[in-house]
């Protein structure tokens, strides 16, 4: 049986974030912008957002989990809640208000209906930004595949297995794609 | 992760995981030195991102400060409440009234409990209570 692992207390979480390196904090920046990249807050909130939960409690550190990474993760799970709600979604939609349907409008009172239209949206973009991440490597087949497959929704080591790419091709590509799409889209996905 | 977070991230989002899992791996001198070139002084970012927790920290404390003054409110309000039978604090009066010594002095209008409004007939006990007229209630 495994022993449970203690939960770092919001003194213990302050201490370890007052105690962060340039290269955390410079990793935390790169981290916000990333993940705030698709929603509307910018990544100083959103890394604002990620210290207070961490010191309202309302996300548990475990002990023996990197403060950094602990940060991180919050950041990703408050950017994804906050990029499917409504309001931000809604944008996107054609809708129109309750009373008579117009030909090819969304009634607002049929939800199975504004689902559909989201689904097909979600994947209307989705295939958009595939396609333009997959544009900026015409000569590289295996940056491609590793798109396609991000895409598809394989990540981690199923990404690196699914290509065939040893350890460190892997890592280096991984970081060829980051670096390429940061410098041809620096403010996030405007397509 | 559950399997249906996973069904449900868009493309853009898990192309974010997948920096974010780059931008963990990298060693710290590949991040300083990206850092450097492409978004300029690390030392000023630091000190940013201290500030920034700085404010994070003060608000978080001021909120847990207010928490605890509210819970000391509570407890105090919670423990001075005592819950009356108008019609026994009357008739309690009354019966105190009626006991009185007479080198008690008391006015007109107290000696006539019904004109008194609920406050007042609350408050002449608690005064009679004070002045040991009366026996203390329970917990007080």
Same mark, same amino acid.
């Given at each position: 049986m495994e022993a449970a692992v203690a939960i770092r207390s919001r003194d213990e979480i302050a201490d370890a974030i007052c105690r962060l390196t340039d290269a955390q904090w410079a990793r935390l920046r790169l981290v916000s912008r990333k993940y705030a990249w698709? !929603? #509307? *807050?910018?990544a100083d909130d959103l890394l604002q957002e990620s210290f207070q939960r961490a010191l309202a409690g309302s996300r548990q550190c475990p002990g023996d989990v990197d403060v950094v990474k602990f940060l991180c993760d919050a950041m990703k799970s408050i950017s994804h809640v906050e990029s499917e709600k409504p309001e931000n979604r809604a944008k996107n939609l054609p809708l129109i208000g309750p009373g008579p349907k117009a030909d090819g409008a969304i009634d607002l009172e049929d939800q199975n209906a504004v689902n559909v239209e989201k689904t097909l949206i979600g994947l209307e973009q989705n295939e958009e930004i595939r396609q333009a991440a997959s544009a900026l *490597? #015409? +000569?590289?087949q295996e940056a491609r595949d590793l798109i396609d497959a991000i895409a598809a929704g394989f990540e981690g080591e199923e990404l690196r297995e699914l290509t065939n790419l040893d350890e460190k091709t892997y890592a280096s590509k991984r970081r060829l794609i980051r670096r390429t799409i940061d410098k041809h889209y620096p403010k996030g996905w405007k397509l | 992760m559950t399997g249906d977070d996973k069904k449900e991230r868009s493309t853009p989002d898990r192309l974010a995981d997948l920096f974010v899992e780059d931008i963990l791996a990298a060693s710290d001198s590949e991040i300083l030195a990206e850092f450097a070139e492409r978004h300029g002084d690390i030392a000023k970012n630091a000190a940013d991102g201290r500030a920034l927790f700085e404010k994070s920290l003060l608000a978080a404390n001021k909120a847990k400060l207010h928490a605890a003054q509210a819970a000391v409110a509570a407890k105090r309000f919670a423990g001075n409440v005592t819950v009356f039978d108008i019609g026994e604090a009357r008739e309690k009066l009354r019966r105190a009234l009626a006991a009185c010594p007479p080198e008690m002095k008391l006015t007109l209008a107290a000696r006539? +409990? !019904? +004109?008194?409004?609920d406050a007042d007939v609350i408050g002449m006990l608690e005064d009679f209570e004070e002045l040991g007229v009366l026996p203390p209630r329970d917990g007080k």
């Open positions: 698709r !929603n #509307p *807050f910018d *490597f #015409p +000569e590289d | 006539k +409990e !019904n +004109e008194l409004s």
